[in-house]
């Protein structure tokens, strides 16, 4: 048998265990930016343990090599001290963990937000109902037909939104208005390609005209502050705002045509 | 030897990359006009005065770039013109406290120093500046230096005269800007909302320049009779570095207002009541009321502070908040330094009618139909008039009913002090009215918002005043002994099973080694 120098089999369980956890917030939490929740890491993680455990005590001889170091521990008279110091850890753990565990946290109950709630087929605003299906924007076409005319109402759009959107979307369009901060939920982030440029004109109409009241039932947390716009702006002035948002950002509407 | 001085040369290299000052490339004028044209004309407008569309909505007003004042410059305080990087690093990062952001995350470095170019040209700014800010010696913060700064930040009402004694800018005068716009001194409690950094080189700069199209003068001037020299600037800027109050940060991931349990005593029904410094404060950005008629654009109350406390009996809300102004309809001074017509100041406190079972809240804008809120609305009363506290239960804007704030037990008291409203509110915890009344229970999260008025800008009143969104209180339920109990079962368990298996393992190799403690 050759004694190669490697790590001891516990310490590499315990690294490969610790080295999977950290991947599993490096990716979620730093890379995608989206932290993983701790009901849902808990569950992947038993099942990582339970693998690393089945792989470590496969045959009976790596079995051993892992309990080994633990048994010794126990056993050996001359491991002495470090016992000591483990049967005072351990239990001082336990007690530790258990009292935080039974201790309420007083957590903000968690809000789940719906971003883009299915649209009705029909809805009612300036007065009348606007099928969604077939609703364009009046002035989409001026974008080939006419562009000097577009790049006209372009600025129109501009100028009603920043005089009435970029205290909450910002003027980089990208959500983060001065008044952004405080409100729940964050405004939308137009830059963001999952937001306008996933929907079509008649979709973001709808939004805009009647604003956080006129979401649908599903649409949690229903405490969005957009205003009901049709009581500000006018219809055209809705659809040149719509304009803007997508020249901005260099972004093109869905559409039903494929093209 | 080779590698220590590879490393040394690596430690120099990070520290220069670390503190490295931004040097300014050339612009191309062209270029910038582009960008301007599709980024900047909105509010500074296509020529550059400062009368985009956005111009009657904002304040502080956009730039005027043809007047060439520049707030944030360190050129020294007799020249006019700004380096480059002043201008720069106003782009890159944009103006805290102002609808101006930073570009840094749309825009290229280049795109950025294109539009230094262009921006200058309204100016006609064509040469370089001559003259800099001498920062001498820097000053490091210390005990010593911020008592010194205090000295002279009082001594012949140097900065006291418009900054007050606290530093909250609590006003005694009122100040006009270059386009004769209302501006008010800066409260240097809240850091977050200097243009330029709290940073102590940064101050010092704002010190010795003083600030472009406002009235903040510089003290570098041999001309002021409140002139410093260099070292006094850096004391000064060390002591208003130091003025930085940390519970008025708003941290994003704090949503709950927790309210201690008093056992028995009376609660506090005073604003000064000691007991409130062992609380634990929250403090929520106040947004203005944009949303509905008549949306209000120009706020000046930026964040609040709450408090709670209760006990068995009832629960006592203590909200605080920066106010230049204690604004009291009537009275002479307080008039002459409002925006006219003034009116009172004022704090609510905004409670579902019914805490919800499920996630949905009543509407955060006065409630809906189908979801009531209860509002508590403290006024500070005017010159012939006391304060006062109303109660009214609403469902949206339009469906307001007026409710006798005295038969519902709720009792209100505010004290103006240093520019800063303190005002408390007690209610019992449970009503006679459950249909009409919120009725407190411990370990609930139970939303909450606030609205506060400052009733001397732009005449703040009904829909014309700031707002937060939904938040939390939550009653502290007392958890008893329980936790500490288990934890020392639990610890006790696992020491116990620890030595029964060290002790039978060792009793299996030798018997006699563990006789003397006994058997188990």
């Known amino acids: ?259 | 030897m080779r590698q220590i001085n590879l490393l040394k040369l690596l430690v120099i290299a990070a520290s220069l990359l670390i503190v490295s000052p931004t040097f300014a490339k050339p612009g191309d004028v062209d270029r910038g006009k582009g960008i301007y044209d599709k980024r900047c004309t909105w509010c500074h407008g296509d020529e550059g005065d400062g009368t985009g569309a956005a111009e009657e909505r904002l304040n502080p007003p956009p730039r005027d770039f043809t007047s060439g004042n520049y707030k944030i410059k360190t050129t020294a305080f007799d020249e006019m013109i700004p380096n480059d990087e002043d201008v720069f690093r106003m782009i890159r990062d944009g103006m805290p406290g102002t609808a101006m952001p930073g570009w840094s995350s749309l825009l290229s470095e280049q795109d950025m120093w294109d539009l230094v170019a262009y921006v200058k040209v309204f100016a006609e700014f064509e040469e370089a500046p001559e003259q800099q800010v001498d920062y001498g010696t820097p000053v490091a913060s210390s005990p010593e230096s911020i008592a010194q700064g205090k000295e002279l930040f009082e001594d012949g009402d140097r900065c006291v005269e418009c900054h007050g004694k606290t530093g909250k800018g609590s006003a005694i005068k009122r100040l006009k800007g270059d386009v004769s716009e209302r501006t008010w001194p800066r409260n240097l409690t809240k850091p977050w909302t200097f243009r330029g950094s709290n940073d102590p080189k940064d101050i010092f700069t704002r010190i010795s320049t003083g600030i472009a199209g406002t009235e903040m003068p510089s003290f570098a001037d041999p001309k002021s009779k409140k002139m410093l020299s260099i070292k006094e600037r850096w004391h000064v800027a060390n002591y208003v570095a130091s003025l930085a109050k940390t519970q008025k940060v708003v941290n994003a991931e704090n949503t709950v207002i927790k309210a201690d349990m008093l056992e028995g005593d009376l609660l506090p029904d005073s604003p000064d009541d000691e007991r409130w410094e062992q609380t634990i404060p929250t403090t929520f950005l106040l947004v203005p009321q944009i949303i509905g008629e008549e949306r209000f654009f120009k706020p000046s109350n930026d964040t609040i502070t709450v408090r709670a406390l209760y006990n068995d009996k009832a629960i006592a809300m203590l909200m605080e908040w920066d106010d230049r102004t204690k604004s009291i309809p009537g009275d002479e001074r307080a008039e002459k330094i409002a925006d006219k017509p003034i009116q009172e100041d004022g704090v609510a406190v905004q409670l579902p009618v019914e805490i919800p079972k499920k996630m949905q809240k009543p509407y955060f804008g006065m409630g809906d139909a189908s979801r009531p809120v209860n509002i508590w609305h403290w006024k500070s009363g005017t010159k012939d008039t006391a304060e006062t506290v109303a109660m009214i239960n609403s469902r949206g804007f339009q469906d307001i009913e007026a409710r006798d704030a005295a038969e519902v037990g709720l009792q209100a008291k505010g004290s103006y002090k240093d520019g800063t409203w303190r005002v408390v509110m007690v209610r019992p915890l449970t009503t006679a009215d459950p249909e009409n009344d919120l009725q407190f229970v411990e370990g609930r999260f139970i939303p909450v918002a606030f609205a506060a008025w400052d009733g001397s800008n732009n005449s703040e009143k009904g829909s014309r005043h700031t707002m937060t969104t939904w938040y939390w209180l939550l009653l502290k339920p007392s958890t008893g002994a329980m936790p500490i109990i288990m934890a020392l079962v639990i610890a006790g368990l696992f020491a116990g099973a620890l030595l029964w298996w060290a002790r039978s393992a060792a009793g299996g190799r030798k018997p006699q080694a563990d006789s003397k403690e006994g058997t188990a």
């Open chain 1, 1 to 259: 048998m050759t004694k190669k120098r490697r790590i001891p089999r516990l310490l590499q369980l315990v690294l490969v265990v610790l080295g999977i956890y950290l991947g599993f917030v490096l990716t979620f939490d730093v890379i995608l930016g989206q932290v993983i929740p701790k009901s849902l890491l808990t569950m992947y993680m038993f099942f990582v343990i339970a693998g690393v455990l089945m792989v470590f005590t496969f045959t009976e001889e790596s079995a051993q090599e892992l309990i080994g170091p633990i048994k010794a521990l126990v056993e050996d008279p001359s491991k002495k001290m470090v016992r000591n110091v483990v049967f005072v850890i351990v239990p001082l753990l336990a007690g530790v963990y258990t009292y935080a565990s039974l201790m309420p946290s007083f957590e903000a109950p968690v809000e789940l937000r719906t971003i883009h709630p299915a649209p009705p087929s029909s809805v009612k605003a300036f007065g009348k109902r606007f099928d969604l299906a077939t609703l364009e924007n009046p002035y989409r076409k001026f974008e080939k037909e006419d562009p000097d005319k577009f790049h006209k109402l372009v600025k129109q759009g501009g100028e009603i939104y920043i005089q009435n959107c970029q205290y909450c979307h910002g003027d980089r369009l990208d959500g983060k208005g001065p008044y952004a901060a405080g409100l729940n939920p964050t405004p939308l982030n137009f830059q963001d390609v999952g937001t306008i440029a996933q929907l079509q004109e008649s979709f973001v109409f709808w939004r805009i005209a009647t604003g956080g009241p006129g979401l649908p039932a599903e649409a949690a947390p229903w405490i969005s502050s957009m205003p009901i716009w049709q009581d500000f702006l006018s219809e055209d002035e809705i659809w040149k705002v719509i304009l803007f948002l997508y020249e901005y950002t260099g972004r093109q509407p869905r559409s039903w045509e494929h093209e």
